[in-house]
C-alpha cells in the first residue's frame, strides 16, 4: 500500500508543480489538460487547466490538478481552499531544509519558522503562494524525515 498527496488548485497547478519540481528534485510523470480530453463536457475545449498531474519524488508521487474550466456542468462548486492538513517534507539535511523552506515561503506565509528543535535539526511550517500548507523535517533521526519518537520521560520515584 502506498499513500500519496493530492493537490487541489484553482488555475495554478501547472507554475504550482514546476515550482515543487524544481525545489524537490522532481521528475514530471503525467501532465493531462483539460482541453485534451476529446469526450469531455464542451467547457474543456481549449481550456489550459490541469486536468492531472504527477511529479516524481525520492519514489514518492506528488499529484494534483486544477478545479473544472467555469461552466463544467455537474462540477460542484469548484475550488476549496486547502485546510485540516500539511503536506509533510522530510528532508536529509539541514541545508536542505533551509533551501526547500525559503523556496516554499518565497510569496507564501511562514506560520512557525524554520529552527532546530528537540525532534528535528530543522523543522517548520507554511503555506506557499499556491495555497498548500506544508511542514518541512529534517529529522534527528538520522535524517530519515519519520515522525519523530516522544522523548523518554524519568519516572519519579513514589
Known sequence: ?????????????????????????????????YGDAADGPPSYTGSRRILHTTIRVGGRSLMGSDSPPPGTPGAGHGYEKPQ????????????????????????GHVEVALMETFFA????????RFGTPWMVTCSKDQGTGTAPKAPARKRRKA
Open 1 to 33: 500500500m502506498e499513500i500519496d498527496v493530492y493537490l487541489f488548485f484553482d488555475g495554478s497547478c501547472e507554475e504550482a508543480f514546476a515550482t515543487y519540481a524544481k525545489l524537490l528534485g522532481g521528475t514530471q510523470a503525467a501532465l493531462m489538460r
Open 84 to 107: 485540516g492538513f500539511r503536506a509533510s517534507l522530510g528532508v536529509p539535511t539541514p541545508a536542505d531544509a533551509e533551501r526547500i523552506f525559503a523556496g516554499l515561503a518565497e510569496g
Open 121 to 128: 535539526h530543522r523543522f517548520g511550517m507554511l503555506t506557499d
